[in-house]
Structures are given as C-alpha cells and as structure tokens.
C-alpha cells in the first residue's frame, strides 16, 4: 500500500477529529491534502498548521481569519461555499472523508464519485437525498464508496468476498438512542441537554437527536438500500443497546455473518482509509468475558414513528427520501434553538412529507428544487403550530 493523499471535509467535527488521529498513527501511509471546516476555524488553524495540507476550506469569515494566521505560500486558503468540489477533484487527491454533515455535502460527494476517488462517507444526508445518481455516477466513473457509518462498514464488511445473489436479509442494528428506556409518556417534557447524553456513541448535536428519535436508523435503512443495492424488505432493524455487533448480514442458507468491535469510530474511519487491508488500530480487544452478553430487541414503531416513516419515504421513493431529509434538518435545528418540542419534530416532518407531491426518478436539479421546497414548507408549518 503506497501513500494515500486525503481531503477531509468537516475535518473539526468528531468524525473528522478521528480521521486524523488514526492519519496520525501512520504518517507514511497518509497525507492531508485537504481539510475543510465551517466555523471552528481555530481548530482548523490547528490541524493546518500540524498536517499542513496545501488546501483548506472555511466560511467566508474563516477565509479572512486564516489568511492573517497561515501564510498561503504552501496553502490555499478556500471557501467552502464555492470551492469544495474543486478541493475535492484535486487530481492528486485518492481518498475523500465526508465528515461534514447535512445536505451540503451532496455537491462534493458527486463531484468525488465524478472524479473517480474512493470516496469515505460519513454524511448520510447526501445518500438519503440522491443515493441513485451517486451510485450511478460511481458506477460510470469507477470510483469507490466505503462507508464509515459504523452500521454501513459493517454491512460493507459482511459482503466483502460473499455473492450478492446469495443475500437474504441484512439486520442493521441500533443502539436505541437517549429514550430506548424513557416511556413516550415522558418525552414532550425532555430538554435538549437531556438528549444529547446519548448512552453508546458520541456524536455531533444533529445525529444524537436523530438518534433519539431513531429517524437516523430511518436514513440509515435508505442508506443502506442505496449503497448496497438492498430490496426495502430486505432491511431489518434491530436494537442492540450494546452496540457491540455493528450489523449483519444472513445468507440463503441460513448463515450470519456478523461485524463486531468495541464501539469506537476509528475502527471504521481506519477501515475506510486502509481497505482493503487492515491495519493495526491500537485499540484494545473486545473482552467477551466481561462483556457476557448480547441483547436484542424489535424496535418500537409506535413509541418511534420516524423510523416507519423513513421506510415508507423510501418505498415511496423519488424525491420523498430527499423531504424526509430536509425537513428533519429544519425540525432538529428548531428543537436545539429550544423553539420546538421533542415530539413535534416527528410531526412536522410526517406533515411535510404528507404534502409533497413525489418526483419520481429526479434530476439533481429537481432534488435540490424538492430540498428547497421541503425546507420552507417546513418553516411554514412550524409557524402554524
Ligand atoms: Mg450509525
């Protein structure tokens, strides 16, 4: 394995933090080409100044700060409004982490899978909104996808060197979120501190709350229908609170092939930067002794609407995935501003998603429109509440 030049785009949030600790760990296998942040761009100025990639990315307000800091002799200082594709198409780049989140990565990721890279997702946002034309586009340009979403790197995993015709089912597992054990009774009164103390993973604001309402499960099975082909039917949810078991695939003839580790982003992150060979993590094992046991439970569809309604977007297919997407960024915005309550997140995206007239086989043109659309059909039902 020769060296791998890197773009991380959102390179200060957890995912992209972790990116670069496990860059670090093999400095002659890796080399930051590329890093890009909207608004912590003293953290950037940090990462900048120890991986000294030659681009960087940040808003406008970044751009002016970091040209005073970081003399632009060996690095171009960006705007990531304008010029994450280009940062992305880089000819010398070979491997582009996604790290950012929400509907603005769509344009990089396309213009990744265009150029031919192998492309490290962590965003679900863009598959959600367009995963058939990524996956086409991949298709065409011969670029490759390897997700770091840990439940997606473990499906990626299980399929590894296996046929696809012999699939029969895949179990995506959850851990169940802030609420798995709170009654529904409970959670109109709960604060926006109390879910973001998310039990298994630590995770940026926007996914925690996903997390909590399980609609990031929800945009996990559309994810996971997109980048691996799947039949809806033949997606599973499953909750495990240990997060041990990471996803599973079962085969025609009864096998299950399972990917298990300690619950640590850099297993997948590391996977995704060195596959198809695995290196050393540094991580400690998993003890299984004192680990004793494995839980599992059916996901609760009353007690967690947004997970049926996910399925049904992606049933329903065209532009509605991409709906189900935006209104839930402007709804969770809202809950962290404290302007809406927990379950009123739900209801204003299943409003929003009953409303829209379905576009089916879009255009990117024609997702971006629906993107647009759900967003302000979304401000204008919350302001009917
Ligand atoms: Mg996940």
């Not at 299950?256 to 596959?275: F, N």
Request: glycine share 8%.
């Amino acid at each position: 394995m020769g060296c791998k030049n890197i773009v991380i785009l959102g390179s200060t949030g957890s995912i992209g933090i972790n990116t670069l600790k496990v860059v670090e760990r093999y400095p002659e296998r890796f080399k930051v080409v590329g890093l890009t942040a909207y608004n912590n761009f003293k953290l950037l100025e940090k990462q900048a100044k120890k991986f000294q990639p030659t681009h960087l990315g940040v808003s406008d307000k970044g751009v002016a700060y970091l040209k005073k800091k970081i003399s632009s002799g060996k690095t171009k200082i960006l705007s990531v409004n304008r010029d994450l594709e280009s940062i992305v198409s880089l000819k010398n780049v070979d491997v582009v982490v996604i790290a950012m989140r929400g509907a603005g990565a769509l344009g990089p990721f396309l213009a990744a899978v265009r150029s031919g890279k192998i492309v490290a997702p962590a965003n679900k946002e863009a598959l959600v909104m367009a995963g058939d034309i990524i996956m086409q586009e991949a298709r065409e340009h011969g670029a490759t996808i390897v997700p770091i979403d840990s439940e997606q790197s473990a499906i990626f995993q299980c399929l590894n060197g296996q046929k696809r015709s012999e699939l029969k089912k895949v179990f995506l597992t959850a851990s169940g979120g802030a609420l798995l054990n709170v009654p529904k009774s409970k959670f109109n009164g709960l604060t926006v501190g109390q879910i973001l103390s998310h039990p298994r993973w630590k995770m940026g604001k926007k996914i925690t709350v996903d997390s909590a309402t399980m609609m990031n499960k929800g945009f996990e099975v559309i994810e996971a229908q997109k980048l691996f082909n799947l039949k809806t039917d033949e997606i599973d949810v499953l909750i495990h609170p240990e997060a041990i078991i990471h996803s599973m695939v079962e085969y025609v003839d009864g096998s299950i092939i399972a990917q298990l580790g300690i619950t640590d982003m850099r297993l997948p992150i590391q996977y995704a930067l060195t596959y198809p060979d695995r290196l050393d993590s540094g991580l400690k094992s998993m003890n299984f002794v004192e680990l004793k046991k494995l839980t599992f439970k059916k996901p609760d569809y009353k007690k967690f609407p947004a997970l049926e309604l996910a399925y049904y977007a992606l049933k329903k297919g065209g532009s509605l995935p991409c709906v189900l997407n935006a209104a839930d960024e402007e709804a969770v915005e809202s809950f962290l501003e404290g302007i809406l309550n927990f379950n009123s997140i739900y209801d204003v995206v299943a409003k929003v998603v009953r409303n829209h007239k379905i576009v089916s086989s879009p255009s990117i043109k024609q997702i971006m429109d629906a993107d647009i659309w759900a967003r302000e059909e979304t401000r204008k039902v919350m302001s009917q509440l």
